[in-house]
Every structure is written in structure tokens, then in C-alpha cells.
């Protein structure tokens, strides 16, 4: 880990209307990632995790406040420069995998890669070390449908990671993972952040995975605050 600051989120709020009734959910969230630093997000479901990191990624955009990523300011970029940055510096895995249904596991994650400008069989071949690595390499070809949860989930973190991103945000990346599966994504996660200062934001359910962060961040009320208890 070192001091430099991967993101900076400042002051973030969002709200949502639903039948002309405000949800205020952030209500000023502050949040500093150093580069190979490792937080943890917490939550009651409901608090606004998801919605955080969309706004992290440059998914949403914020009512007032800033993302910074490795310095550049994302909601001052057009949707063309955060697909960009996304795509350069960022991994994400969503809640709900989203990966693209008449796409195999394989092409799923050679996506990116392609999106890069990486050359289809050298994408490929990527996309296939990555799914190893998520003890994948027997589903190559199963489309999403033909994948259990757990598996689908894997393939989501395998997109995720195949650009090797500067920092990775993932939204509950082992809730449907058995304990065993559950720990060998995150020593996936953290080997990575080790051997290539990658940085991660992990929202997570579970407390048991809680000590491995280097910080573990609650949200509630619309606030991000340090969780003391756990993080020592
Ligand atoms: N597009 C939307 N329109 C209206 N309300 C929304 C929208 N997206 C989220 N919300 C509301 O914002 C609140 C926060 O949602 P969010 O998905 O961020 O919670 P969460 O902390 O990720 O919950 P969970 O742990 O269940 O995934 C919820 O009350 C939700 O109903
Ligand atoms: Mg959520």
C-alpha cells in the first residue's frame, strides 16, 4: 500500500423519487482509497451500498460531490471519458452479475480485453487464465444459464479482473459462494492486490471475510464511518 490515492469520493449524495417521495440515500459519503489499499463496505440491506459504488464507478451520477480516480475528477467527464477510465482502470462486479446472456463464460471475459484493443485470440487466451484462476476452466464455453450462481459469480469477478485494473469494485462478490469458494475469491483478490498494488472496494454480508481488509467502512444514515470495532 502506499499513500497515493486511487479514489476519492467527497461529499456524495444521492437521492431517489419514487411516486414523488424523496429517498435521500448518501447524504455526504467521503471515502478514501490509497493504491493497494483494501476496504470493506458494510450495511444494512438497503443503506445504499450498491448505489455507493455505482456512483464510484461512474454507473450513476451523483446529486453534489466528487469522484476522483487516480487523480481525474469522474463526473466531470463526459460519458465517453468515465466508459474510458472504466474501461483503463476499472474493474466492477455487480450485485447481479450482468453478464451477457448469449455470451459464453469465456467471451464474457474476454469482452473487456477486446474493448482494450487486445487481439481476439491473445483476449481469449486471457479470458481462459482468468477463469482458472476462479477455478473455472472446465465451464469455458456454458452460457450464463447453463452456470449455477456461485459459478456465474466467479465469471463476473473473472470480467472483472481480466484488465488487470488499478482498482477493483465488487458488490457482495461471494454472496452466493459457498465458505470454501467464498475464500479462495478472496485470496484470489488478494494476491492480486500484493502482486499488482490493486486496489478494492468489496461491499460484503459477511463478517467472517471482515479482518482480511485493511479497513472495513459502514454506511448508515447516508454516511460512510469507520467500523473501529472490526477493522482493528
Ligand atoms: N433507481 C432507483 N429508484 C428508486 N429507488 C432506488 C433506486 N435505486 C435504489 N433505490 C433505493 O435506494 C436505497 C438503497 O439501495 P441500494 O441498492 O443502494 O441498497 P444496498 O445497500 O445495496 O442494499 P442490499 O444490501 O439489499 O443490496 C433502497 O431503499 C432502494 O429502494
Ligand atoms: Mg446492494
Do not use: C, W
Amino acid at each position: 500500500m502506499n499513500d497515493r490515492l486511487m479514489l476519492l469520493a467527497e461529499g456524495l449524495t444521492k437521492s431517489f423519487f419514487q411516486n414523488a417521495t424523496e429517498v435521500e440515500v448518501l447524504k455526504g459519503v467521503n471515502l478514501q482509497l490509497a493504491v493497494g489499499e483494501q476496504v470493506a463496505i458494510v450495511g444494512r440491506s438497503g443503506s445504499g451500498k450498491s448505489s455507493l459504488l455505482h456512483l464510484l464507478a461512474g454507473l450513476d451520477s451523483a446529486d453534489s460531490g466528487s469522484v476522483k480516480v487516480d487523480g481525474v475528477d469522474l463526473l466531470a467527464a463526459d460519458a465517453n471519458g468515465r466508459a474510458r477510465i472504466r474501461r483503463e482502470k476499472m474493474g466492477f462486479v455487480y450485485q447481479q452479475h450482468h453478464l451477457l446472456a448469449e455470451f459464453s463464460a469465456q467471451e464474457n471475459v474476454a469482452i473487456p480485453q477486446q474493448l482494450l484493443g487486445v487481439g481476439e485470440s491473445s483476449a481469449r487466451q486471457a479470458a481462459r487464465d482468468m477463469l482458472a484462476l476462479v477455478g473455472l476452466e472446465e465451464r469455458l464455453n456454458h452460457l450464463p444459464s447453463e452456470l449455477s450462481g456461485g459459478e456465474r459469480q466467479r465469471v463476473a469477478v473473472a470480467r472483472a479482473l481480466v484488465n488487470k485494473p488499478q482498482v477493483v469494485l465488487a458488490d457482495e462478490p461471494t454472496g452466493s459462494l459457498d465458505r470454501t469458494s467464498a475464500e479462495l475469491l478472496m485470496d484470489l483478490l488478494s494476491n492480486l492486490s500484493r502482486a499488482q498494488g490493486t486496489s478494492f472496494v468489496v461491499v460484503t454480508h459477511d463478517v467472517s471475510m471482515l479482518q482480511r481488509f485493511d479497513r472495513v467502512a459502514s454506511l448508515e444514515a447516508g454516511i460512510l464511518q469507520p467500523l473501529s470495532s472490526l477493522a482493528e
